[in-house]
């Protein structure tokens, strides 16, 4: 899950990050509310973390504005205002929730993945393609009866895969959803994550669930189609 993060507080967003990061999310920070609109057209975010005091356009303007543009992704806004009116004017503005700070990073993911639950048709906590599962509260996956831990990355790969199951996602796609603004395009991490991915879920079953289509890009699913 690619987020962008907007919050003009360095320590603040550095915690934010970090925290994120070790949930295995991919973030983008963004310090100011004026730059929001071009950060959202230049990538596919997934849900974006709004703070409502910042430099530039505050939150509340910088969600009407997103909506104005159609852009329909989860707007999380965080604040340290806890008013009843502000509350409400942050949800009227096109927010889907609110959180106040300080917070704990386990509620902002848990939030998290209630609002990616929200915004999809498939209500499930726990993701499943044939006997494979993945849960995204524990980072857990499992196949069969055999638990299999994942790193950051691989479990960010596997959940892009597993929300879009029996479709070929191409590179670009995949990168989008699982890679921040500092990945180098013409870079292999991909082929290597994927490499990873198979000797951890498809290694001695007979039916493998990773599967390439040649020069579009990957997809996991329990029929072969070539
Ligand atoms: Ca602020």
């Not at 950060?39 to 303007?61: K, T």
């Not at 329909?72 to 806004?77: A, E, G, I, R, T």
Request: net charge negative; charged share 30%; with cysteine.
């Amino acid at each position: 899950m690619r987020v962008l993060v907007v919050e003009d507080e360095p320590r603040m967003a550095a915690l934010i990050r970090q925290g994120l990061e070790e949930e295995a999310y991919a973030v983008d920070v963004v310090d100011n509310g004026r730059d929001v609109l071009l950060w959202v057209q230049s990538a596919e975010y997934d849900i974006v973390l709004l703070d409502i005091m910042l430099p530039g356009m505050n939150g509340l303007d910088v969600c009407r504005q997103l909506r104005a543009e159609g852009f329909n992704m989860p707007v999380l806004m965080l604040t340290a205002r806890d008013t009843l009116p502000d509350k409400v004017k942050g949800l009227d503005s096109g927010a889907d929730d609110y959180l106040v700070k300080p917070f704990a990073i386990e509620e902002l993911t848990a939030r998290m993945r209630a609002l990616a639950r929200r915004d999809s048709s498939d209500k499930r906590t726990v993701l499943s393609v044939a006997d494979l599962t993945l849960d995204p509260a524990t980072k857990l996956a499992q196949r069969g009866d055999q638990i299999i831990e994942l790193t950051a990355k691989e479990y960010a790969l596997l959940e892009t895969l597993m929300r879009h199951p029996n479709q070929v996602l191409s590179r670009d796609q995949i990168i989008e959803h699982v890679w921040d603004m500092a990945f180098e395009s013409g870079s292999k991490l991909i082929e290597v994550y994927i490499y990873a991915l198979r000797k951890k879920i498809d290694a001695g079953h007979d039916v493998k669930l990773i599967q390439t289509a040649r020069g579009l890009g990957y997809r996991i699913g329990d029929y072969e189609t070539d």
